[in-house]
């Protein structure tokens, strides 16, 4: 079991920029820094961020979010959040409150399926102490604020608030100590998949924080309502709040880090594949054996090949998707081979 204890991990770079944030309750799950790769035969100086690498049994995005989301959180207490059917957020919530000895009550609406999208909603049905699939977006919450009023802990749809945004902000911290060691060039373009909008904005706070001025382009697979740049530049300010009043220091001296959202890449729907998806995942698996979802990653991915060979220079794909499980997951119905292609 893994015991949600208060950070005292220095080795953060969050952590050594901001000693003050040490007394933050943080749930060690992370297994940081996660490695940077180059990749060129699939597009020309083009670089991947191994997010996927993040922790067992689980990576992904998304743990570096929960383990101050659920920092506070103990053995025998619930949590409760809600996302769509395949939700990774959802997975990684469920997963990581049962490795802490909590209980998780999870409520899901319907998403369009894909093959890996099936493969998470099956794995969140055998995690999950409750996780119904109920009648919209609006009843998911609402189930969500009973059990919150029954004294589970709310982790937010994404983790999307500034508490989760700092993990997101130690990946920015993180990726400028990395470029600082030599392990990449400064990237020009750093291509992430656009949701609920936690990692990039993180990732732009912590990298102007860090002075690494390369462009993040968030490929939006939500609706516009969900992801556009309002929302990222609200959650950039909140955090950057938080991180004052909890530290007493400045944190916005320097220029914020340029976003743009691509919006050519959303197939129309939360969880549709898309051909250029389908192509890049498909050269991506073979070249790598890497499993890139359709959800999220297979989008960013191609939007990464296309701009890397349109503008060349350095690009960094934001590999946001833990498959390793997926081969190795007997307790669910659908096929690794069809997984890549989704």
């Known amino acids: 079991m893994i015991d949600a204890a208060t950070a005292s991990d220095a080795s953060l770079p969050l952590l050594h920029r901001f ?14 820094p996660t490695p940077v790769e180059r990749v060129n035969d699939i597009a020309p100086g083009l670089w991947v961020k191994r997010e996927d690498l993040a922790a067992e049994p689980l990576g992904g995005n998304k743990l570096r979010a929960l383990e101050f989301l659920l920092g506070a959180v103990r ?13 990774t957020h959802v997975l990684a ?6 490795q802490l000895g909590a209980g998780s009550l999870v409520y899901r609406w319907r998403q369009e399926p894909n093959a890996v999208a099936q493969r998470v909603a099956e794995r969140i049905a055998a995690t999950a102490d409750d996780a119904p699939v109920v009648r919209g977006v609006a009843v998911a919450y609402a189930r969500a604020f009973v059990a919150r009023l029954r004294g589970a802990h709310w982790i937010p749809a994404g983790g999307s608030v500034p508490l989760g945004v700092l993990g997101h902000v130690n990946a920015g911290l993180e990726l400028a100590s990395q470029i600082a060691a030599g392990e990449l060039p400064v990237p020009d373009r750093i291509v992430v998949p656009l949701g609920t909008g936690g990692t990039i904005a993180g990732l732009a706070l912590g990298l102007s924080i860090g002075g690494v001025a390369s462009e ?9 309502i969900v992801a556009n740049e309002f929302r990222v530049r609200r959650l950039v300010a909140s955090t950057s709040r938080l991180l004052e009043r909890l530290t007493s220091e400045r944190v916005l001296e320097r220029k914020a880090v340029g976003v743009s959202i691509s919006h050519h890449f959303f197939g129309g ?4 594949p898309i051909a250029a998806g389908n192509a890049a995942a498909e050269r991506f698996a073979d070249l790598t054996g890497v499993i890139v979802d359709a959800t999220y990653g297979a989008k960013a991915l191609a ?7 349109e503008h060349r220079g350095t690009t960094l794909f934001w590999l946001s998707f833990d498959g390793r499980w997926l081969r190795r997951d007997p307790g669910t119905t659908a096929q690794p081979d069809v997984v890549a292609l989704a």
């Open 19 to 32: 000693p003050a944030l040490a007394s933050l309750p943080r749930a060690h799950l992370g297994q940081f």
């Open 75 to 87: 053995p025998g207490d619930r949590v409760t959040t809600v996302g769509a059917t395949g939700s």
């Open 93 to 98: 919530t469920a997963v990581y409150a049962r």
């Open 216 to 224: 993040i382009i968030g490929v939006r697979v939500v609706p516009r």
């Open 269 to 272: 729907a939360y969880g549709r």
């Open 303 to 309: 939007a990464a090949v296309a701009l890397a060979k």
